[in-house]
């Protein structure tokens, strides 16, 4: 990658200077204003996928049905039987609560933002997250943040994720899957350049757990174009390790094609039932991205048999 912002989300030790302090702070202090963006992004997106289209327990009308002999009479609605000569009782829609982890790659690979502005990738998958957690927190669904606590159904859900968010002491760099369960559903936000081999093994795991993982890669644009020429100096932002180019041009088509080839291997390991997977650019709308995975998780709903898997 060409060079990156080298701000970090995290407490250095404090032999560090000041300014490595102060970047360690970035993400506390941009958290409030990302929270607003998060909820106005929540607010255009549709959040009635709650509701399962299924008789059963549950506060919603769906449909009037004719009595059956031998059930209680207590079901019989008698306002609608009066109206002719059928008893009928009123069936409620059935609400399963879903248990969706959200897990969103903090490391410094995601501070990257090109000359040409826009959002840092780390600050988009924080806002498609704490937007994902408001909607499903409006829903009634059990959210839960990979590796900090219990999943919980709550309104506030979503403020406290970006408040656990604001308190890591360090880089998330690795989902912890301990929690994860059979049915539950796993959405995460990176930009997936780590050792693909650790991400494959991350997804095995999750695979054998029983888990449905949705996958959404966040990009800045000039990581999927490498518009970069002449003498170039690129920098590891994991490391700080340097490299320069001297016609960074002639290494485009080379970057191109490994960039195609991980992609493929991305889109494999979400190729399992359930799964998906889908890439977003930092210089396109949050809202995008945000409707195409709200409907995936609502065309998989409900679970076969399962009121809500496992917590």
């Known amino acids: 990658m060409a060079e990156r912002a080298p701000s970090s989300a995290v407490r250095e030790p404090p032999l560090l200077d ?24 929540a607010n255009t997106v549709s959040s009635g996928w709650h509701g399962r289209r299924r008789a059963g327990f549950g506060e919603d009308f769906w449909q009037f049905r004719p009595f059956n ?3 209680p009479a207590r079901r019989i609605d008698w306002r609608r039987s009066a109206r002719d000569e059928h008893l009928y009782v009123r069936e409620r829609e059935l609400e399963t609560a879903h248990t969706v982890w959200l897990w969103a790659d903090l490391s410094r690979s995601m501070r990257f933002r090109s000359a040409r502005g826009g959002p840092m990738k780390r600050d988009r998958a ?3 997250l704490v937007a994902m957690a408001e909607l499903l927190a409006r829903s009634g669904e059990r959210i839960g943040l990979l590796g900090h606590g219990r999943p919980t159904a709550s309104r506030t859900a979503a403020e406290r994720l970006a408040m656990t968010l604001s308190h890591l002491d360090e880089e998330t760099t690795r989902p912890e899957i301990a929690g994860v369960r059979r049915f539950h559903e796993v959405v995460m936000f990176a930009d997936f350049l780590d050792d693909p081999d650790a991400l494959h093994a ?3 795991r999750l695979a054998g757990a029983g888990a449905r993982v949705h996958l959404v890669q966040v990009f800045d644009p000039v990581e999927e174009t490498f518009p970069f020429d002449g003498r170039t100096e690129f920098v590891d932002p994991e490391t700080g390790g340097r490299i320069t180019a ?3 041009e002639s290494w485009r088509a080379a970057y191109l094609d490994v ?9 494999q390991e979400a190729g399992r039932p359930g799964w998906s997977f889908a890439v977003h650019h930092t210089d396109r709308s949050p809202n995008e991205v945000l409707l195409a995975l709200h409907a995936r998780l609502a065309e ?8 809500g898997g496992e917590s």
Request: charged share 25%.
């Open 18 to 41: 000041t300014a490595m302090t102060a970047e360690a702070r970035s993400l506390a202090a941009a958290l409030p204003e990302l929270l607003v963006e998060a909820r106005q992004v």
């Open 69 to 71: 002999f031998g059930e």
């Open 126 to 128: 924080v806002v498609l």
């Open 202 to 204: 991350d997804l095995a």
């Open 246 to 248: 001297g016609r960074a």
């Open 259 to 267: 960039l195609a080839a991980h992609r493929d291997r991305l889109r």
């Open 300 to 307: 998989m709903a409900p679970h076969a048999g399962v009121a």
